[in-house]
T-cell receptor
Framework: SQKIEQNSEALNIQEGKTATLTCNYT??????LQWYRQDPGRGPVFLLL?????KEKRKERLKVTFDTTLKQSLFHITASQPADSATYLCALPMNTGFQKLVFGTGTRLLVSP | DVKVTQSSRYLVKRTGEKVFLECVQD?????MFWYRQDPGLGLRLIYFSYDVKMKEKGDIPEGYSVSREKKERFSLILESASTNQTSMYLC?????????????FGPGTRLTVT
């Protein structure tokens, strides 16, 4: 079955540093991968989508890479700020339907001033 | 902006009660989803609807049913609530054919079954 792995331990970094989060997957060759942000007690919010033929995607301070050989995506936040503290989820389309997603359990990021 | 609303933020029900969770989206999206989110397990798909009256089971449909009579509204029904259905329930919507596959989530309903 499809499996997505994200580091369950929180990532603690200092303000201004680059945060790097990892998403690994098995048993699938996804056409795309998405990243979401989730704040406590709220629903996830879409951040970025990267397609299988794209190596890298950027949006403001965010950068996502997608290595289909390693079956891994890296999510970077440069010049991190305390407001970036949240849980970040990666998501892949299900084998059974392009519109449906399988989510990782997320990695909590804590940015300290 | 897309807005997805859920009928309650917090709900407490007793074992055996029938529970209705309502979700409404205002952007004419064809797809709607119900997930539950539990610590360590992440988001799991309960049901998916791709059109009015059309539905597909997700990964964990047991104990749940859904209803979609109007395009903007997707209801999740717990026929006989049990304590293991205590969870955060999240509704989402998306529009097929746009190429983004982005899902828009509601704020969630934290359901406690006692």
């Amino acid at each position: 079955s499809q499996k997505i792995e994200q580091n369950s331990e929180a990532l603690n970094i200092q303000e201004g540093k680059t945060a790097t989060l990892t998403c690994n997957y098995t048993n699938y060759s996804p056409a795309y991968l998405q990243w979401y942000r989730q704040d406590p007690g709220r629903g996830p919010v879409f951040l970025l989508l990267i397609r299988e033929n794209e190596k890298e995607k950027r949006k403001e301070r965010l950068k996502v890479t997608f290595d289909t050989t390693l079956k891994q995506s890296l999510f970077h936040i440069t010049a991190s700020q305390p407001a970036d503290s949240a849980t970040y989820l990666c998501a892949l389309p299900m084998n059974t339907g392009f519109q449906k997603l399988v989510f990782g359990t997320g990695t909590r990021l804590l940015v300290s001033p | 902006d897309v807005k997805v609303t859920q009928s309650s933020r917090y709900l407490v029900k007793r074992t055996g009660e029938k529970v209705f969770l309502e979700c409404v989206q205002d952007m004419d999206h064809e797809n709607m989803f119900w997930y539950r989110q539990d610590p360590g397990l992440g988001l799991r798909l309960i049901y998916f609807s791709y059109d009015v009256k059309m539905k597909e089971k997700g990964d964990i449909p047991e104990g749940y049913s859904v209803s979609r009579e109007k395009k903007e509204r997707f209801s999740l029904i717990l026929e006989s609530a049990s304590t293991n259905q205590t969870s955060m329930y999240l509704c989402a919507s998306s529009m097929p054919g746009t190429g983004s596959y982005e899902q828009y989530f509601g704020p969630g309903t934290r359901l406690t079954v006692t």
